[in-house]
C-alpha cells in the first residue's frame, strides 16, 4: 500500500479564516480524493483530486469553499476556506493506485476545530 | 433509502466471541465491496475487500458478499478487545463501464468485552 502523509494532523481556526491540508504520497498515484467525515458521521467524498486539471466536486460541494490542487501524481491540497463553525470535521485524503485494485488507503487525517 | 446502510450499534460481544457486522446496499450495478476499520480518533484502515459472490476468508476475518440480496457482511472469529471500533461498509459502483466512487455506510461501533 501507498505511504500517505497529511499534514497538519490537527488545527484550532478562527472563523472566515482558512486552512490548507496537504497530502503527500510515497509513490505515484492514479487517483487521489478528498473526504470529510462529520462528527459521529461516516465518509462524505467532497472531490476527486485530477492532475494538471480543475477537480471534479460531489453534489453540495463547490470550487470557491472547497479549492483544491494537484500540481502532480503525488501531491494534493485542499484549502477549506471562509470557515464556520459547521467545518469543523475530519477531513481525509485517500489514494488509490493502479496496485491496489480499487482499493483505497487513507492519510491519517486533519482535525479542524472552528471557533 | 440510503446507500448503504449498517447498523450504527453499538454492537457489543464477549472476548472470543463471534462477531457479524451487517451492511446492505441499493445500487445494484455495485461491484466492489469493502472493510474498513476506524479506531476513535484515527483514519479508516482497510481490511478486507470482496468482489464476488461468497466467502473471502483472511485470518479471523470473513466477509460474505451476497448481490441477489444485496448483502455485505463481517464476521470476526475470536473477537479481541483490540477488535473494538467502528466498522466502515464501503460500496464502488460503476458508470457505464468506468469506476464509480466509493460509498460509505455510517459504520457499525463494536465492543469486545474482557
Known amino acids: 500500500s501507498a505511504v500517505i502523509s497529511q499534514k497538519p494532523s490537527r488545527d484550532i481556526c478562527q472563523r472566515g479564516t482558512s486552512l490548507t491540508i496537504q497530502c503527500q504520497v510515497d509513490?505515484?498515484?492514479?487517483?487521489m480524493f478528498w473526504y470529510r467525515q462529520q462528527p459521529g458521521q461516516s465518509l462524505t467524498l467532497i472531490a476527486t483530486?485530477?492532475?494538471?486539471?480543475?477537480?471534479?466536486?460531489e453534489s453540495g460541494f463547490v470550487i470557491d469553499k472547497f479549492p483544491i490542487s494537484r500540481p502532480n501524481l503525488t501531491f494534493s491540497t485542499l484549502t477549506v476556506s471562509n470557515l464556520s463553525p459547521e467545518d469543523s470535521s475530519i477531513y481525509l485524503c485517500?489514494?488509490?493506485?493502479?496496485?491496489?485494485?480499487?482499493?483505497?488507503?487513507f492519510g491519517s487525517g486533519t482535525q479542524l476545530s472552528v471557533l | 433509502q440510503k446507500e448503504v446502510e449498517q447498523n450504527s450499534g453499538p454492537l457489543s460481544v464477549p472476548e472470543g466471541a463471534i462477531a457479524s457486522l451487517n451492511c446492505t446496499y441499493s445500487?445494484?450495478?455495485?461491484?466492489?465491496f469493502f472493510w474498513y476499520r476506524q479506531y476513535s480518533g484515527k483514519s479508516p484502515e482497510l481490511i478486507m475487500s470482496i468482489y464476488s459472490n461468497g466467502d473471502k476468508e483472511d485470518g479471523r476475518f470473513t466477509a460474505q458478499l451476497n448481490k441477489a440480496s444485496q448483502y455485505v457482511s463481517l464476521l470476526i472469529r475470536d473477537s479481541q478487545p483490540s477488535d473494538s471500533a467502528t466498522y466502515l461498509c464501503?460500496?464502488?459502483?460503476?458508470?457505464?463501464?468506468?469506476?464509480?466512487?466509493?460509498?460509505f455506510g455510517k459504520g457499525t461501533k463494536l465492543s469486545v468485552k474482557p
Open positions: 445500487d445494484r450495478v455495485s461491484q466492489s
Open positions: 509513490s505515484q498515484v492514479t487517483m
Open positions: 485517500s489514494v488509490d493506485t493502479l496496485q491496489s485494485n480499487e482499493k483505497l488507503f
Open positions: 464501503a460500496v464502488r459502483r460503476f458508470y457505464g463501464g468506468s469506476q464509480g466512487n466509493l460509498i
Open positions: 483530486a485530477n492532475q494538471g486539471s480543475e477537480a471534479t466536486y
